[in-house]
């Protein structure tokens, strides 16, 4: 009974280091053991299954990427929405020089949070409409890399829509041009945060009847700090403010970063689980 037991468990264990043959799969194998994990293990383990399923991780962008080519579906649904948002905003506000910097952020900010929402939501459902989700999440493989795959996937949209709409926001608030490097890294910092969240939220609403409105509502309470970040990063670069102002609000967004997408990494097998 106990040789019976062992090789079980041996089974168990050569099943979760499919995708990690040298043994990095006991990282996996230790939380489903439910086994104590700190936060040097997560990081490690997330280390393992990136460096070790990253040609798994492009081949579910390049899989997303061809979609997009070939449907035009979700990126350009994005842009013309962000698009919209920012002309209304733009002849809606009274732009004075002394307004800009106050409204400007905000209104950077909420073209960019809605219009993930449209690229988040449809990151799942594409697959799901098409009957290939079924397959993806049967696909050998960890299913943190399916995570990683579908977040990369989905920072790429988001980020090529958002670089796109730039343009039209610097030149609508009167912005100089020195500004926009400093903005797409900022830009990106913020969609790495809601791109993390959302993509763990896109898959646990999927089977839902209501995911296209309950995405935004689970999503948006969890990432209010890192717009909050960003917010307050973009007034300060569009203010000129010293670096050292805003040394402490960089650090806030990385950290939240790092510790949701972390977070995101683990819960994801179990969401889509259930």
Not at 158 to 186: C, H, K, N, R, T
Request: some cysteine.
């Amino acid at each position: 009974m106990g040789s019976l037991h062992r090789q079980r468990i041996s089974n168990w264990y050569y099943n979760w280091c499919a995708v990690c043959r040298h043994g990095n799969g006991c990282w996996s194998f230790a939380f489903r053991l439910g086994r104590h994990a700190s936060s040097g293990e997560i990081i490690k383990r997330f280390m393992n299954v990136v460096f070790n399923a990253f040609s798994k991780i492009l081949a579910i962008v390049g899989k997303d990427v061809i979609t997009e080519l070939r449907t035009k579906e979700t990126v350009s649904a994005m842009f013309i929405f962000s698009m919209w948002v920012i002309f209304i905003f733009n002849f809606t506000f009274d732009l004075r020089a002394e307004n800009v910097t106050i409204l400007a952020p905000g209104v950077l900010w909420v073209t960019i949070a809605f219009t993930s929402m449209l690229g988040l939501g449809r990151s799942f459902i594409i697959e799901k409409d098409r009957g290939s989700l079924e397959g993806l999440l049967l696909t050998p493989v960890d299913r943190s890399v399916i995570y990683l795959g579908k977040f990369v996937s989905n920072v790429l949209f988001i980020s090529l829509v958002a670089i796109m709409v730039l343009p039209l926001f610097i030149i609508f608030f009167d912005q100089p041009l020195e500004v926009m490097p400093y903005l797409v890294g900022i830009i990106i910092l913020g969609i790495v945060g809601l791109a993390g969240v959302g993509t763990l939220f896109s898959a646990m609403v999927i089977h839902t009847r209501a995911r296209d409105t309950l995405l935004p509502i689970l999503l948006f309470p969890i990432v209010v700090p890192i717009l909050l970040a960003v917010v307050r990063l973009t007034t300060g670069v569009l203010d000129n403010k010293p670096s050292n102002d805003l040394s402490q609000w960089l650090g806030f967004a990385v950290a939240f970063d790092m510790i949701f997408m972390a977070i995101s990494f683990v819960l994801f097998e179990y969401v889509v689980e259930e």
